[in-house]
């Protein structure tokens, strides 16, 4: 039975290497569009089901502006629906991963509330617009491709919110990490409060951080465990986190969309609870052309094998 199943999956194999040739020509007509779609974000195709999205605001150091927020959302959402990604890398453009969130676009709140006298009338807008850039950075947690922060040198306020939102967080050696908000006069609100004491062991170091808005560098960002990997610089940073990123792309997309989607679902409620919800999610998915074709390439050796997308 063996036989026959790696017998259909190499006949599948070179069917998928014609469906390959064309899916990168798609490839690089999706790159173009991508770059297009966006005023703030640089969407990228280095290599067939791998993305590369980029703050890109170097000008601004890219502080996160309103236009900055909405299209991070927009952004994984579509990420999220598109079969010719898998996994995606986040870094930043220019001189630095992030400044934050854009100062001069929060100060342009003011005369909006001032025409509101009521507290309860002011608190509706700004509970709209926390909602609003809260929904986008959980866009990224939602997006059931693994997604890749590749930080170099600044990382400030707003962009912790967004790397606590990711799967993974590698750094260059120059990069440093700061939970700023206390110093800007407010409590964090975008998700670092609620995912960062969850990726780091230690409750102790995640409320030190957050209450003294004190600088975090690369060495201490690994040992702490907000990142598990450093590099020598960005240029190695980005390739490496590239590298890893094909690495997954070559993984079943069924696998690994739902290995994402247990591990987010894990963490957020019981084990019993998490049981159940991979007990009930692999009820389907077991019955997938991936789990038989990876499990005939296991048992025969066979190498690459080509899954459809997803
Ligand atoms: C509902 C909201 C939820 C989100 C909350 C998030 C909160 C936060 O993110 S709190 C943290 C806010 N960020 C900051 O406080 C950082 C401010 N920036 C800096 O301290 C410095 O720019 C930095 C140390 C990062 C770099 O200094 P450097 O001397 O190298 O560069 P600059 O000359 O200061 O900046 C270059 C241009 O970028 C503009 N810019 C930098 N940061 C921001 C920012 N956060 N918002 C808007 N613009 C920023 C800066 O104005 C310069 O532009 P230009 O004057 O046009 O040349």
Redesign the pocket.
Known sequence: MLTTLAVKTASGGLFSKLKTGASKLISSAAKMSLQAKYETLAVTVPHEFVYHVELNRP???N??SKTMWFEIGKCFETLDSDENCRVVVLSGAG??FT??????D?MDMAPELAEQEDVARKAKIVVA??RG?QKSLTAIELCKKPVVAAVHS?C????V?LIAATDMRYCSKDAWFQV??V??G?A???GTLQRLPKIIGSDSWAREVCYTARKVQAPEALSSGLVSRVFEDKESLIKGAIDIAQDIAKKSPVAVQGTKVSLVYARDHSVQDGLNQIAVWNQLMLQSEDFTNAVVAQATKQKDVVFSKL
């Open positions: 000008e601004k150091l502080a996160m001189k630095v400044a934050g969130l854009d100062l001069k929060a617009k926390l850039y600044a400030i306020g707003g962009g919110d700023k908000e110093d800007i407010m964090a609100d975008v």
